[in-house]
């Protein structure tokens, strides 16, 4: 048997069955979950990821609306000192990012319980540790998906970082290493016994990285093995198929990520699909206005050249399934000053709004 036949979903393409949910059944869905004594709500949280939800991107969602929890991104255990943090700009937050969530990787049970504790007196309120980054930088050192390997040394640490805080601790981790060793069940009862307050599955293995498609059954056998809130990452990328994945897998939370850096009004839209109302579609002017004002946002905290890759980062999904976008990626990734990248996105944006325009009159 190949590894398609074991998995079809390495091969096949999304599901693609009617998922829009009628109001009766959308007004039946959970819209909170407890992490310990926190409260999110509502349910629809912002995926960690490197190098992308800085405290830029998380205040950029977190405005438009609808995003129950953000994480910063996977920062290294050992990087973390009390010494080290005025310099660390993985872990800079401001107060109205709250509850935040701050992840952190690792294999060394005592150096990951230290870091946790620093990070909590610098003002996590939930510390997540990461079980599921599959690159070979971080699972070469033992962090990450690695520990997916050894259980054992799973529950050491889990319960070094919980005996470590007082903030509540969870785990994200994925569906095993490949599809030989696929132990997400166990990984779940362990990570409850160790007593981790929720749990975030990313459903693809290490092996398969981001290929195929995210198996939502996999979330939906762990919601039913443990009894602590189950989050389920992977593929969501519209409003319908956030509600419709907490109705299917019966999970407590939907995550999103790359659905976020490519429409960050997805938070909203769901919002606003649970209320009954008809969700937001941003026109080309909202589009070209946000991208503005996220670049505002990052120059206000960072060199030019750095906020600039940052919009070059954002722009590469923000712009997916538009007309010529792969002009603008082009163009954008040539350009090296802000005013250059600025009159290429506005070149790209004005007809597109002058279309819509020229529609609605
Ligand atoms: C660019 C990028 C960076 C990521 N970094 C992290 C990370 O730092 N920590 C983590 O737990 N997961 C990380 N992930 C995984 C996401 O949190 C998420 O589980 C995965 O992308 C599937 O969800 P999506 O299809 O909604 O993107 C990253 C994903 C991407 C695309």
Not at 59 to 85: D, F, H, I, Q, Y
Request: aromatic fraction near 4%; glycine fraction near 8%.
């Amino acid at each position: 048997m190949n590894a398609e036949q074991r998995a079809p979903w390495l091969a096949g393409a999304k599901p693609t069955a009617d998922i829009t949910l009628d109001q009766q059944t959308i007004e039946t869905l959970p819209n909170t979950y407890q992490v310990g004594p926190i409260r999110i709500s509502p349910n629809i949280i912002l995926a960690p990821m490197a190098g992308v939800t800085d405290s830029v991107f998380r205040r950029m969602v977190l405005g438009l609306g609808g995003c129950g929890l953000v994480s910063t991104e996977m920062t290294n255990a050992a990087s973390v000192s009390p010494k080290a943090l005025k310099r660390h700009r993985l872990l800079d937050f401001l107060p109205e990012e709250r509850p935040l969530t701050m992840q952190l990787s690792g294999n060394e049970p005592d150096l990951v319980a230290a870091a946790a504790r620093t990070v909590e007196e610098l003002g996590a309120d939930i510390i997540d540790i990461n079980c599921g980054c599959p690159s070979p930088k971080i699972t070469g050192g033992g962090h990450g998906a690695s520990l997916l390997r050894d259980l054992p040394k799973m529950g050491r640490l889990l319960r070094a970082v919980k005996a470590a805080v007082h903030v509540p601790v969870t785990l994200k981790f994925r569906a095993g290493w490949d599809e030989e060793s696929l132990n997400f069940l166990d990984t779940a009862k362990l990570a409850e016994d160790c007593g981790m307050a929720a749990l975030a599955l990313h459903p693809r293995t290490r092996e398969q990285g981001y290929k195929g498609w995210a198996d939502w059954s996999r979330v939906a056998a762990v919601k039913q093995h443990v009894s602590i809130p189950v989050i389920g990452s992977g593929d969501v990328t519209t409003a319908d198929e956030a509600l419709w994945r907490l109705h299917e897998s019966g999970v407590d939370g939907v995550m999103i990520g790359r659905g976020a850096m490519a429409n960050p009004w997805i938070f909203l839209q769901i919002a606003q699909l649970r209320r009954g109302d008809v969700p937001f579609e941003p026109t080309a002017a909202d589009k070209l206005e946000l991208l503005q004002r996220y670049l505002d946002m990052c120059l206000e905290e960072m060199p030019e050249k750095i906020a600039l890759n940052k919009l070059k980062q954002l722009i590469g999904q923000f712009t997916v399934g538009l007309p010529g976008c792969a002009n603008l990626r082009a163009s954008i990734q040539r350009a090296d000053t802000v005013p250059s990248a600025q009159e290429h996105m506005e070149r790209f944006f004005l007809p597109h709004m002058e279309q819509s325009m020229a529609e609605a009159a």
